[in-house]
Nanobody
């Protein structure tokens, strides 16, 4: 059974850092793009960062220069290094993976990130 499991969320003060991890298991086909989304209470889910199989990256403007997405293909894991965190970064962060098989899209259950003093 396919699972994406996020970890690394928590409570951090403004200006602090967190590193999110997402490990994919049970996927028989290679993974194309991986991404991080986030959703704050009362708001729509937002794409935060994407990394392709060729290691190209894209970020939402609000996190550029602060967040870095990376991946380890041998581990089927994607990371999100978050620095200089702001209260507006508070959200549930969701991992996403796109595979090459008949089922294309996979989602994690989410991990809470709270930035507060």
């Amino acid at each position: 059974q396919v699972q994406l499991v996020e970890s690394g969320g928590g409570l951090v003060q403004p200006g602090g850092s967190l590193r999110l991890s997402c490990a994919a298991s049970g996927i028989a086909f290679s993974i194309r793009s991986m991404a991080w989304y986030r959703q704050a209470p009362g708001k729509q889910r937002e794409l935060v960062a994407v990394i392709t199989s060729g290691y190209n990256t894209n970020y939402v403007d609000s996190v550029k220069g602060r967040f870095t997405i990376s991946r380890d293909n041998a581990k089927n894991t994607v990371y999100l290094q978050m620095n200089a965190l702001k209260p507006e970064d508070t959200a549930v962060y969701y991992c996403y993976a796109q595979a090459n098989g008949p089922r294309r899209d996979y989602w994690g259950q989410g991990t809470q990130v709270t930035v507060s003093s």
